[in-house]
């Protein structure tokens, strides 16, 4: 009999955890209370990592990235631009972290090259005209909102529901074991119960509310960090800029479509959807973003935003530093006398799939299916539209062709690449609703 | 919060106090200090701290490794060469602190004993990290800035 799976959030992790389930034949439902990318997945920096960021701290992180980062790029191209990145020493005390640095990625297998002062300022001609010490790494930009879109219209296509817009009002129990939710579609109004043999709760930051308010479980203990990004509406590089040290504030500049994305500064806050940004952290962002980019304070920052993830406290006898994972998973059979519902916090959105493939084995073994994960093998759907198929796609999508077609058109202008087109995103995010 | 303690410098106690009643002279004395800007008696710090081994408890908090803090304060209660008070608030994660600390001076023929209390109000900063974490914070802080201290008396 084939085990029914609802999972709980549709951003990366909950997503990848859906796509990962429904290739191994679980019949997997996906229920997110808000639109795609309505979460933290749609409040980040933009950047696929390399692993560059974490190798002279954290090696595990930075072998996972670049594995993940050649995998994704082969999935789903369509959704990355792949930008490079460059790591810059600006003074002395950047200088002294080379030796770490080079070791780290060298441990991590992450290619670098480290490039002139003179070949860096002439690929972009904004950087900091006194940098000291310049490395090319393969960091790359991907479009989040295009990436889980792929992930749930894929998911879909592998008999997974997806249900946007739909919030669990309470869960199905009988004793102690959760049998299922019962959910509201926000868009109709309408109530209904799903029955599952598990529930994951995968919703990131809202994991530990949502299980105390409709269950009562309190074992997960989280402190919620909100990381703050500031945007120029402008672009200066083609590379993302990352300052070579060891990871801190204001680190890093992401040239996403025609803006620059500066971040990020950290702090801890209450509510993932109540809490002010505070202005001084906006300043202090321009400020180290133009020490890498001069440029960068000649312009004022149009807008800026944070996106909150869980900290959750490594086991009593782990170091996070050894610790194999950044994410935990809370069997509340074993913790809480609850069962038939697990609980996902932490990981990234650079290494979801990793992660999802972990949880994916986990619950396989749960639930006595030995289906091997076959993610880093399945290119992910997103449709492309052509001159064989757009009566198709255009019969699929309810729409004129001759609408379809300009709306290609517009997508093919885009400058730097077509995965900034908000307009196709949209069009084809339509195919999870019908 | 409180902690207590005293030590002994060979240096007479006019000397000691031209730098704990100088903000400028003072902010020398803490660690990691990336910039100072001082007005008077009122002074404002801000530090960059390497926090790996007070965060590395969380996962994936690599981005945490190391930590802005923000600090504004006022060198008050001047009784010269006898005491001060330097008292103020802080920030870093935007996590607030507050800090009072009580200096007492006291001449020893060429030396000088001082005798020092600091208060500190850690609010949620202390269910972040857990008190035993802070409480090595600021130890490692305080011992610091008393090597820092007698550095600049040399």
């Known amino acids: ?434 | 919060m409180e902690m207590t303690g005293s030590f002994t410098v060979d240096y007479r106690v006019e000397k000691v106090w031209s730098i704990v009643s100088d903000a400028n002279k003072f902010a020398k004395c803490l660690p990691n200090v990336v910039s100072t800007e001082v007005n008077g008696d009122n002074f404002q710090l801000s530090f960059k701290a390497d926090a790996k081994k007070y965060t590395s408890k969380f996962l994936g908090a690599s981005y945490l490794s190391n930590l802005n803090i923000k600090f504004s304060a006022q060198l008050k209660e001047k009784q010269e060469n006898k005491h001060i008070l330097i008292q103020g608030d802080g920030s870093t994660i935007g996590l607030k602190f507050s800090l009072a600390l009580y200096i007492d001076l006291s001449a020893q023929d060429s030396s000088t004993k001082i005798d020092w209390k600091a208060e500190i109000e850690l609010g949620r900063m202390a269910k972040l990290f857990g008190e035993e974490v802070v409480n090595q914070a600021v130890t490692d802080v305080v011992n610091q800035t008393i090597d820092n201290l007698k550095t600049l008396l040399k």
């Open chain 1, 1 to 434: 009999m084939v085990s029914k799976v609802i999972v709980i959030g549709a951003g990366a992790t909950g997503s990848f955890i859906t796509h990962d389930l429904a290739s191994r034949g679980f019949d997997v439902t996906v229920i997110e209370k808000g639109n795609i990318i309505g979460g933290t997945s749609g409040k980040f920096h933009g950047m696929l990592h390399s692993g560059a960021r974490y190798a002279m701290n954290d090696v595990k992180a930075a072998q996972e990235s670049i594995a993940d980062n050649k995998v994704i790029s082969e999935i789903a191209p369509f959704c990355i631009e792949n930008t490079g990145g460059l790591f810059v020493a600006l003074n002395e005390e950047d200088l002294s972290f080379q030796s770490k640095f080079e070791d780290g990625c060298k441990q991590s297998n992450i290619p670098i090259e480290n490039l002139s002062i003179e070949s860096a300022l002439k690929e972009e001609p904004f950087l900091n005209n006194s940098v000291k010490a310049v490395y090319r790494v393969p960091d790359k930009v991907i479009n989040s909102f295009r990436f889980i879109t792929s992930l749930l219209l894929t998911a879909k296509r592998e008999s997974a529901k997806v249900l946007l817009n739909t919030e669990v009002l309470e869960f199905i129990k009988e004793g102690n074991d959760v049998k299922g939710v019962k959910i509201k579609n926000n868009n109709t109004g309408q109530v209904s119960e799903l029955k599952a043999d598990l529930v994951v709760n995968a919703s990131g930051a809202w994991a530990s509310k949502l299980i105390d308010e409709k269950l009562g479980i309190k074992s997960i203990e989280m402190i919620l960090s909100a990381g703050t990004m500031a945007v120029i509406n402008r672009r200066f590089t083609k590379h993302i800029i990352n300052r070579l040290r060891e990871p801190s504030d204001g680190d890093i500049v992401v040239p996403f479509f025609n803006d620059s994305i500066i971040g990020t500064t950290a702090f801890i806050v209450d509510d993932p959807e109540k809490f002010d940004v505070d202005k001084e952290d906006i300043s202090f962002l321009q400020k180290a973003g133009s020490e890498m980019l001069p440029i960068l304070a000649n312009y004022p920052v149009y807008r800026y935003y944070a996106g909150v993830r869980p900290l959750i406290a490594a086991g009593e006898n782990d170091d996070s530093r050894k610790a194999s994972r950044d994410f935990k998973i809370f069997d509340h059979s074993a913790t809480d006398n609850v069962n038939g519902i697990i609980s996902i916090v932490g990981g990234k959105l650079s290494t979801a799939r990793i992660m999802a493939k972990e949880i994916g084995d986990f619950i396989g073994n749960k639930m006595g299916n030995k289906t091997e994960s076959k993610t880093d093998k399945i290119k992910l759907y997103w449709p492309q539209v052509n001159s064989e198929n757009i009566d198709e796609m255009a019969k699929s999508l309810s729409l004129n062709k001759d609408f379809l077609s300009e709306m290609v058109n517009e997508s093919a202008g885009k400058t730097y690449s077509d995965m900034y087109s908000n307009a196709m995103d949209l069009l084809y995010s339509r195919g999870l609703f019908n």
